[in-house]
């Protein structure tokens, strides 16, 4: 049962530490998305790689976070350091894009960050 | 830019009635995808339907149905015979993939919907 996986679960740590969120996407999947949910925005895109290159990190805050796909099977969602705003669920999902065939994101369960 | 408005932030239908979910968004694009996702209270996102502009006819999936108005910018989900399992949070989503190779998955807000016994 293919799935994405997104590593910790819950994660709890206080304001000014580094974490670090993990994430594998279905096998063959060459897209992968990394979201942010918050009751206030909604779902809000931070990063798109495709092929394992960044192509849109525009949401994202440039000077804390970072995103890296360092292998086809493993992507990564860096804050350093961590700050109370920064508390939100944190989605990845991966996809398969192809020519013009663009087809259904599949999500992992999010990774809950609490930073206190 | 890209939006997608969901107007009702929250809706409640009765066991086995019917509700229609609005979505609205906004592109100068011609080619997209639109999808209706689900989020039950255990947080995973589920793709409940999907919509390919290009396509007339309107996607159906069992109880699960879209009203798809492409000149009026307009994608409402509709389900039939509606059950205790169907409460969840509904996003509407937009998605474009620009031929740089960029792609973009745009939500609305989400309509929370409870279904009463």
């Not at chain 1, 679960?9 to 206080?14: L, S």
């Not at chain 1, 350093?80 to 944190?90: I, N, T, W």
């Not at chain 2, 009203?67 to 409460?87: M, P, R, T, V, Y």
Request: hydrophobic content about 35%; aromatic content about 12%; overall charge neutral.
């Amino acid at each position: 049962d293919a799935r994405v996986t997104q590593t910790p679960r819950h994660k709890v740590t206080e304001m000014g530490q580094e974490v670090t969120m993990r994430c594998q996407p279905i096998l063959g999947h060459n897209t992968v998305f990394w979201y942010r949910q918050t009751m206030m925005q909604g779902l809000e895109l931070l990063a798109y790689f495709r092929n394992r290159a960044p192509l849109d990190d525009s949401g994202m805050p440039k000077d804390r976070f970072s995103a890296e796909m360092p292998d086809a099977t493993l992507a990564t969602l860096k804050i350093q350091p961590s700050e109370p705003r920064d508390s939100a669920v944190y989605f990845c999902a991966s996809g398969l894009t192809a020519g013009r065939f663009s087809g259904e994101l599949f999500f992992g369960e999010g990774s809950r960050l609490t930073v206190l | 830019a890209q939006t997608v408005t969901q107007s009702q932030p929250e809706m409640s239908v009765q066991e086995a009635e019917t509700v229609t979910l609005s979505c609205t968004y906004d592109t100068s694009e011609s080619d997209y995808y639109l999808f209706w996702y689900k989020q039950p209270p255990s947080r995973q996102m589920i793709l409940v339907i999907r919509q390919e502009a290009y396509k007339q006819q309107n996607a159906t999936e069992n109880r699960f149905s879209v009203n798809f108005q492409k000149a009026a910018k307009s994608f409402s989900l509709k389900i039939s015979d509606s059950q205790l399992g169907d409460a969840a949070m509904y996003f509407c989503a937009y998605k474009v993939h620009y031929q740089g190779g960029s792609e973009k998955l745009v939500f609305g807000k989400g309509t929370k919907l409870t279904v009463n016994p």
